[in-house]
C-alpha cells in the first residue's frame, strides 16, 4: 500500500518553463513534506520543505505547495534549467516520528 | 572528511551468503535511515534508529538487521542474501531544517548490490 504516490514516472520540460511535479499521500498522520532531487550514481540531495501546517513554502526558483483537503503535494521549479534533470522523490515524515515515506519519484528532463 | 560514507559502493555476492553495507556519519546526528531503491518502487524504508541500541523496522525489513552500538555507524547485514534484494541501498542521517522544522536526512552516496 503506497502511503505517497507520484504518479508521472517522468516529465519533460523546456529551459526557462516552468516544471511542476506532483506528489499525493493517502494518510493525514504526515506533519513534514521534503522533496528531493537524485542524479545518477548519488544518493539523494535535499531541496525543500513544508510543514503541514503551511500551504506554501519558496526557496530561490523551487516552491512548494500543499493542498490538505487533496492530499496533494507540488514543486514547482521555475525558471527550468537543464541542470535540474534529475530523479525526483517527494517525501512525508509520520507524524510523531522520525519516519520518512518516499514517492516513486518522477525523471524531469529539461531540454535545452 | 565530514559527512555520511557508505561502503562498499558495489559489491556482488552469492545467494545464501552474509554480506554488510556499512554506514558511517560525522556529524554526531541522532537519527540515521537504511532505504533501498528500486525501480518502481522509489526509495523504501528497511530500518531506522533514533540513537544508540535503539532500532526500529521500516517498510521492509525482512531479510534485515541492523545494530547501532556507535551513534556514528549503522551497519545493515544481509544475513542470507535472496536474489530480490539485489538493490541500490541508501543510508541517511537527519539533522533539523531551520527553515521548517523538519528533521532534513542527508544520504549517502548509495551501495549497489547484486545478488547472483
Known amino acids: 500500500d503506497q502511503q505517497v504516490k507520484q504518479n508521472s514516472p517522468s516529465l519533460s520540460v523546456q529551459e526557462g518553463r516552468i516544471s511542476i511535479l506532483n506528489c499525493d499521500y493517502t494518510?493525514?498522520?504526515?506533519?513534514?513534506f521534503l522533496w528531493y532531487k537524485k542524479y545518477p550514481a548519488e544518493g539523494p540531495t535535499f531541496l525543500i520543505s513544508?510543514?503541514?501546517?503551511?500551504d506554501k513554502n519558496e526557496d530561490g526558483r523551487f516552491t512548494v505547495f500543499l493542498n490538505k483537503s487533496a492530499k496533494h503535494l507540488s514543486l514547482h521549479i521555475v525558471p527550468s534549467q537543464p541542470g535540474d534533470s534529475a530523479v525526483y522523490f517527494c517525501?512525508?515524515?509520520?507524524?510523531?516520528?522520525?519516519?520518512?515515506?518516499f514517492g516513486t519519484g518522477t525523471r524531469l528532463k529539461v531540454l535545452a | 572528511d565530514a559527512g555520511i560514507t557508505q561502503s562498499p559502493r558495489y559489491k556482488i555476492t552469492e545467494t545464501g551468503r552474509q554480506v554488510t553495507l556499512m554506514c558511517h556519519q560525522t556529524?554526531?546526528?541522532?537519527?540515521m535511515f537504511w532505504y533501498r531503491q528500486d525501480l518502481g518502487h522509489g526509495l523504501r524504508l528497511i530500518y531506522y534508529?533514533?540513537?544508540?541500541?535503539?532500532?526500529d523496522k521500516g517498510e521492509v525489513p525482512d531479510g534485515y538487521v541492523v545494530s547501532r552500538s556507535k551513534t556514528e555507524n549503522f551497519p545493515l547485514t544481509l544475513e542470507s542474501a535472496t536474489r530480490s534484494q539485489t538493490s541500490v541501498y541508501f543510508c541517511?542521517?537527519?539533522?533539523?531544517?531551520?527553515?521548517?522544522?523538519?528533521?532534513?536526512?542527508?544520504f549517502g552516496a548509495g551501495s549497489r548490490l547484486t545478488v547472483l
Open positions: 541517511a542521517s537527519s539533522d533539523p531544517d531551520r527553515l521548517s522544522g523538519a528533521n532534513v536526512l542527508t
Open positions: 494518510n493525514s498522520m504526515f506533519d513534514y
Open positions: 534508529s533514533a540513537a544508540a541500541d535503539i532500532t
Open positions: 513544508i510543514s503541514s501546517i503551511k
Open positions: 556529524w554526531s546526528h541522532s537519527y
Open positions: 517525501a512525508a515524515k509520520v507524524s510523531g516520528t522520525y519516519k520518512y515515506i
